[in-house]
């Protein structure tokens, strides 16, 4: 059965910095690109980052470009993302995801597995 699983998620101030992490078990994703998605109250699933299976080719929305950073260690089959600088507006539930492609996808339906998902939430 495959899970996955993240962490790291909690309530700071705004500016702050966060480390998300998202441990996949029950198969080997090193061959898959894995991304970051997020859902605020309200709204719908919005793309935040993804990482290509090797980890040299990354893909952020504007929104968070410069501030986030994903990474990935496939020895440890888990995804990462370095949140900096975060502002009110990026409160929301982070979902990691992993696709059937290699390469980066920004589409929620190029994703397969899902974590249930870490709340953040920035106070101003």
């Known amino acids: 059965q495959v899970r996955m699983v993240e962490s790291g998620g909690g309530l700071l101030r705004a500016g702050g910095s966060l480390r998300l992490s998202c441990a996949a078990s029950?198969?080997?994703?090193?061959?898959?690109?894995m991304g970051w998605f997020r859902q605020a109250p309200g709204k719908e699933r919005e793309f935040v980052a993804t990482?290509?299976?090797?980890?040299?080719?990354?893909d952020y929305a504007d929104s968070v470009k410069g501030r986030f950073t994903i990474t990935r260690d496939n020895h440890e089959n888990t995804v990462y993302l370095q949140m900096n600088s975060l502002k009110p507006e990026d409160t929301a539930v982070y979902y990691c995801?992993?696709?059937?492609?290699?390469?980066?996808?920004?589409?929620?339906?190029?994703?397969?597995?899902w974590g249930q998902g870490t709340q953040v939430t920035v106070s101003s």
């Open positions: 995801a992993a696709s059937e492609s290699w390469v980066t996808v920004r589409w929620p339906r190029e994703y397969n597995y």
């Open positions: 029950g198969r080997d994703f090193s061959s898959n690109a």
């Open positions: 990482i290509n299976w090797s980890g040299d080719s990354t």
